[in-house]
C-alpha cells in the first residue's frame, strides 16, 4: 500500500521515490494519500517492475526496496518470483544499494546464494544480513502477528 514510498518520500525531500505497483488497488491507495498529504516528489510506475528496467534502460537509483515480495511458494511456481538471477544481475546494474526483506527462508537463501556469487565475481561490494529501516507494511504488520522470523539482506554495489 506504499507505506515505506511514504516514509522515504518524507525522509528524503530533495530526492525522487519512485513506487512500483502493478495492481490497482496499491497504486490508488498510494496516489489518494500522496494527493491529499501533499506530497510531490512520488512518482508511481503502473506495470511490473521486470517492464521498468527493460524500458528505462540508463536508468540508475540510489537504493531499491524489494519487501515481501510475492514468493511463490510452490517449487513449480519458482520461476514467477520476480527476484532471480536474472532480474537480480539486471538491477545491480541500475542500483547503489539493495534492500530485501522476506519472511520466506526458501526465497532468502536463495537470494542469498546469488548475492555470494555476485560478490564471489566482484559485482557487488559487500552484504549483510542485519535488520534495516523500513515502514510498518501491510505485510510487515502481518508477518509480526503470525510471529514469523523475517530475512533482511542488504546488498552494497557501489
Ligand atoms: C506480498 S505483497 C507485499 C507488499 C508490500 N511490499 C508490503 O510489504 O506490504 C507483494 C506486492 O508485490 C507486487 N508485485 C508482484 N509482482 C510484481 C512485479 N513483477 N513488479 C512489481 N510489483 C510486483 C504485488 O502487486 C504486491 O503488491
Same mark, same amino acid.
Given at each position: 500500500m506504499g507505506e515505506n514510498v511514504i516514509e522515504l518520500s518524507q525522509r528524503n525531500k $530533495? !530526492?525522487? +521515490?519512485? @513506487?512500483?505497483?502493478?495492481? /490497482? $488497488? @496499491?497504486q490508488y491507495f498510494l496516489a489518494d494519500?500522496?494527493?491529499?498529504n501533499n506530497i510531490n516528489n512520488v512518482l508511481i510506475y503502473t506495470e511490473p517492475a521486470q517492464i521498468f528496467i527493460s524500458v528505462f534502460k *540508463?536508468?540508475?537509483f540510489d537504493s531499491i526496496? +524489494? /519487501?515481501? &515480495?510475492? &514468493?511463490?511458494? !510452490?517449487? *513449480?511456481?519458482k520461476k #514467477? #518470483? /520476480? %527476484? $532471480?538471477?536474472?532480474?537480480?544481475k539486471k538491477i545491480v546494474l541500475k542500483s547503489k544499494k539493495i534492500y530485501f526483506l522476506s519472511d520466506n527462508f526458501d526465497y532468502f537463501s536463495n537470494i542469498l546464494q546469488i548475492t555470494k556469487n555476485l560478490l564471489q565475481k566482484k559485482k557487488i561490494i559487500s552484504f549483510s544480513t542485519k535488520k534495516f529501516k523500513i515502514? *510498518?507494511? *501491510?505485510? /510487515?504488520n502481518r508477518a509480526k502477528k503470525l510471529n514469523k #522470523? %523475517?530475512?533482511f539482506l542488504t546488498i552494497d554495489i557501489s
Open positions: $530533495n !530526492k525522487k +521515490i519512485i @513506487g512500483i505497483e502493478p495492481l /490497482l $488497488n @496499491g494519500y500522496c494527493l491529499k *540508463k536508468f540508475i526496496y +524489494i /519487501l515481501f &515480495p510475492d &514468493p511463490w511458494h !510452490k517449487k *513449480k511456481h #514467477r #518470483r /520476480l %527476484l $532471480n538471477k536474472e532480474f537480480i515502514a *510498518k507494511t *501491510k505485510y /510487515l #522470523r %523475517l530475512y
